[in-house]
């Protein structure tokens, strides 16, 4: 009996030791980095590799599919995701810049999953200046921005078929392609998947598209007649039950009537495109980010009865749109949603009670909509001409409802100043005692920009004192706090430009009172 445990125990340990061998091995053929040829390769298992950079900067660059590296065969099966990165531009929470993945260029990069730089010869394929691509059929994925910023790429060979394809977001963002045809086996086509590619055709094997796949750049879209999934329809991709609407081309119509059937509407659905009306249904409750950015000729969107959301950026620089209903059910309005809208008149009901500080405006520059509010609404009232949003920790100033004011009084019991305040005409701002953060710019010409809080509030991202005028613009401050603001605003111009000295300037003056 004894013999027999013994034997039992040897081959389980045995077992053991094979398995967890089989493991570290595995473990051993990821994460290797290699060059062969043109190509730089990330192993991503024992036996598959992506190709993650080239050193190729022109002509064709041929996709193989298979790679020896130390002896050992590798399928290539993917272009790996390169990582979206911004360039000189500033991030949403100032109330100037609004960060949509629109197609077309963007920036992308490769970074090396250990965090370690590429060969010198070796740069990202997103950079490229390569003007043709052949891809092998073993690759089953294309990586995020893979071409995305291949300015000079006129020509993709696809194999004739794949087993299952997917092609990644803003993939081929920013090419020369005039025209893309996706081939059989490709199974799904994610975000801005084809940029700003013209005629785009899609084939039966086609299951899942994202977000503007098709948009405002999108000429022709041809579907391959055995795809029962989708349908093009007066210029908009819907899938083909006309559940959901995916999104708009620049051959549809100029006013829209969307189908009685759809539920959904995908983001940045009509984003760019020259619609001048759209009518929804009472099934759509969810208006989502981006969807009417930038429709420069949009004057309304009707029948918006049952809409309980609009997403970050749905209506901003619509700057031709004045109505949109009375949204009596509308509960939830997100960030920049009417940034730049110089012409709508809103109501916010009663119920509109989660309402995003940058709504309606910004910290940079002044906002013309025109917005009232419900009586019983328990979160958002207008006082002094301003729009204030008060929650269980603050009082925030979202909006300054005229601009051709003289003088601005913001009450006291406000904490947050989130966005611009004062204007072209304006001769005071006083800001109360209450005050703990201001985020925004605070402009007079030829006046006086009152504090009265002890304690200097925070100043935010996008704060700025604007003199408009040429004679001089005074500060004032309470008496024993000429050193702490004096100090704070420097700093807070100092994170801006670093060069820049506020009281060089001779048309601002620092005082106590």
Partial sequence: MKKLSKVLTITFLFCVMFVMSGITAQA??????????DLYYHTISKNKVEVCGTKKDDGT??????????????????????EFYYQDTTDTTDGYYIDLNMPGHRYYRYNRIDGKMMPADIDWISTSGITKVVLPSTVTYIGEGAFGGCDKLETVVFANSYKKLTIGKNAFGGTALDSIRFPKGTYELKDCAAGEIAQIYIPATVKKIGAGVVNYKTQKVIIDKKNKKFKMKKGILYTYNEKTLIGASAKVVKKVKISS??????????AGTGVTSVTLNQKIKNIPDGTFYKCANLTEVKNTN?????????????????????????????????WGDGKLSLNLPACAVNVDEYAFA??????????????????????????????????????????????????????????????????????????KK???????????????????????????????????????????????????????????EDDYNIWDDSRKQLVER
Avoid at 61 to 82: F, M, R
Avoid at 261 to 270: N, V
Wanted: glycine share 10%.
């Fill in 306 to 338: 049952n809409v309980t959301k609009i997403g970050y950026g749905a209506f901003a620089n619509c700057r031709k749109l004045q109505s949109i209903g009375q949204l009596p059910k509308v509960t939830d309005i997100g960030r920049a949603a009417f």
């Fill in 362 to 435: 910004g910290g940079q520059t002044a906002a013309a909509i025109n917005v009232t509010v419900d009586a019983n609404n328990p979160a958002c009232g207008i006082e002094n001409g301003l729009l204030i949003k008060t929650t269980d920790t603050e009082k925030i100033v979202m909006l300054q409802l005229s601009q051709n004011v003289e003088k601005v009084i913001i009450p006291e019991g406000v904490t947050n100043v989130a966005v611009f305040v004062g204007g072209k005409k304006c001769k005071e701002i006083i800001f109360p005692a209450s005050l």
């Fill in 61 to 82: 660059l041929t996709i193989p599919s298979s790679v020896y590296y130390k002896g050992k065969k590798y399928t290539v099966t993917q272009i790996a995701d390169h």
């Fill in 438 to 496: 201001q985020n925004g710019v605070a402009c007079v010409k030829n006046g006086t920009i009152v504090y009265q809080s002890m304690e200097v509030p925070e100043f935010g991202q996008s704060f700025s004192l604007v003199n408009t005028g040429y004679e001089m613009m005074t500060i004032a401050v309470p008496k024993g706090t000429y050193d702490i603001y004096k100090k704070a605003i420097e700093e807070a111009y100092d994170d801006e």
């Fill in 261 to 270: 059937k759809t539920t959904k509407i995908t983001k940045l659905a009509f």
């Fill in 28 to 37: 051993a053929g990821k994460g290797k980095y290699f060059k062969s040829g």
